[in-house]
């Protein structure tokens, strides 16, 4: 049973930080890309970042870019989104997702993704 479980998610103030987690389990994690998303209340799931199986390649979305720093370890079949500077509008349920790959790259589209995680709050106050 593949289960992806998400940590890290709190009440902070602006410009903190935060570190989330993913713990990824019933599959290979290193035949997946994989990403993390968000969404607000009343607003579609957004894509903040991804990396490809081998963590070569990450992508970021353009409000998160320079602020946030995606990481996986193969090894240990764990996703990590270091979140820096951050704004109340960053204030939203973060989950991470995995899809099969092999490929160089990897994609932010919730769509492409088939397993994700229950997720977890994150809130900004001003």
């Known amino acids: 049973q593949v289960r992806l479980m998400e940590s890290g998610g709190e009440l902070v103030q602006t410009g903190g930080s935060l570190r989330l987690s993913c713990i990824i389990s019933?599959?290979?994690?290193?035949?997946?890309?994989a990403g993390w998303f968000r969404q607000a209340p009343g607003k579609e799931r957004e894509g903040v970042s991804c990396t490809s199986w081998s963590g070569h390649y990450t992508d970021y979305g353009g409000r998160v870019e320079g602020r946030f720093t995606i990481s996986r370890d193969n090894t240990k079949n764990t996703l990590t989104l270091q979140m820096n500077s951050l704004k109340p509008e960053d204030t939203a349920m973060y989950y991470c997702?995995?899809?099969?790959?092999?490929?160089?790259?990897?994609?932010?589209?919730?769509?492409?993704?088939?397993?994700w995680g229950q997720g977890t709050q994150v809130n900004v106050s001003s």
């Open positions: 019933g599959l290979r994690f290193e035949d997946y890309a």
């Open positions: 997702a995995a899809t099969p790959s092999s490929g160089a790259a990897c994609s932010r589209d919730p769509k492409v993704y088939d397993y």
